[in-house]
């Protein structure tokens, strides 16, 4: 069986690593290959993990605005590799890889993970998926909630499935301390917080990071000793900086930017907070209980079938930063509640979100779509 993951990716994170995660995953009789757009050539941060790991990675040489050269060499790809399903990452590679698929002779399976409708162009795009999206031959959603949109989005219900994303508990077993200091060296000489209030993702208005900078004046003006990190790039940055400077917390509000290894910090951290206004299955609150920390997360999306509220964090509405800022200092003055909430998590990880789970599911989706082709068992 021979599994090709069609992407745009630009970077190396949350979705890559679902990817990566679930090729390690498939059983032998699986050989994955990863294909990417070449997104100017930025493909290729991505592709270098991929390969590092050991899979197969082809960078596409042509890209839109030329779609027909684009497609036409996607088509001959998955012919060279012998695809016999291609999981299709976004709008562009939904598109072009059904079309390819068709051209081959295999089926094309969505991987809906949410859409953000951060800009007016990814609108337009995105409008453009869910149209597509009907004509695929599978979709699967992250989550019930993304489900549920793509199903508001006229995608037949025999066509949608859920597999949710996973956790990778073996990343966490071993922390590393270096990474505990590496925190605190954010923070200036005098300024170093006793605890630590994690953030990541992109610097995108439907995150909400707006509002968590609100939130973090309130908690530091009864925590003042706290610290919070905020890992990420984007459109956003700028205005995020100029009211974390506004509202005088600039010196326990620090924004260092995107980093590729946000697994060594995550354990070195207090709380993790997720303060968005969408969200399909968010990696990041997965990864947070794999390392056994506690989470205040607003109840979107995916988010609530992760977050067990009160067991493995708190849930609080979007949008509004008192309930958020009224959570986060609660768990910070209470050790034993951060403590028992992340060893929750962990547990809840364990249970329901392993990449074995995962890949299992995956198997019996390819057994349905190309049973001539699989003949492996998990």
């Given amino acids: 069986m021979r599994v090709v993951h069609l992407t745009a990716s630009t970077f190396f994170g949350g979705p890559e690593r679902q990817m990566l995660g679930l090729a390690e995953h498939l059983p032998p009789d699986c050989h994955t290959t990863f294909v990417s757009f070449r997104e100017g050539g930025r493909c290729e941060a991505f592709l270098n993990v991929v390969r590092h790991n050991g899979f197969d990675a082809v960078g596409l040489r042509h890209d839109t605005p030329h779609v027909r050269s684009a497609l036409r060499e996607l088509t001959e790809t998955l012919r060279a590799v012998r695809a016999d399903v291609v999981l299709c990452h976004g709008y562009k590679p939904n598109v072009l890889g059904r079309i390819a698929a068709r051209r081959v ?9 949410g859409w953000t409708w951060e800009s007016l162009k990814v609108r337009v795009y995105e409008t453009l998926d869910r149209w597509n999206l009907r004509f695929m031959d599978r979709v699967i959603c992250v989550s019930d909630g993304q489900a549920a949109k793509v199903r508001r989005a006229g995608v ?3 066509k949608i499935g859920v597999i949710r994303n996973s956790a990778r508990l073996d990343a966490f077993k071993e922390p590393d301390p270096a990474f505990r200091t590496r925190f605190r060296d954010y923070f200036a000489p005098g300024t170093v917080p006793s605890h630590i209030v994690l953030a990541a993702g992109r610097l995108s208005p439907e995150k909400g990071f707006d509002v968590l900078v609100e939130a973090a004046a309130r ?3 009864t925590v003042p000793e706290a610290g919070f990190v905020l890992f990420g790039e984007g459109a956003e940055r700028a205005r995020l900086e100029q009211r974390v400077r506004e509202l005088g917390i600039a010196a ?5 930017g995107f980093i590729h290894d946000l697994d060594k910090y995550l354990p070195w951290a207090d709380l993790l907070v997720l303060p968005s206004f969408t969200e399909g299955l968010p990696n990041v609150v997965l990864e947070a209980g794999a ?3 506690a989470v205040v997360a607003t109840a979107v999306g995916g988010t609530p079938e992760v977050v067990a509220d009160g067991v493995t964090g708190h849930l609080v509405p979007s949008g509004d930063p008192m309930p958020l800022a009224g ?3 609660d768990l910070l003055g209470d050790e034993a509640a951060r403590a028992r909430m992340g060893a929750a998590g ?3 990880m364990r249970e329901q979100f392993s990449f074995e789970a995962q890949a299992a599911a995956y198997v019996r989706l390819f057994e349905t779509l190309c049973p001539t082709r699989m003949a492996v068992t998990v």
């Fill in 219 to 221: 908690v530091l003006h």
């Fill in 105 to 113: 002779g295999i089926p094309a399976v969505a991987v809906s993970r």
């Fill in 252 to 256: 326990r509000f620090r924004l260092p």
């Fill in 346 to 348: 962990r547990e809840r």
């Fill in 291 to 293: 390392a056994g920390v």
């Fill in 156 to 158: 037949p219900d025999d």
């Fill in 327 to 329: 959570r986060i200092a």
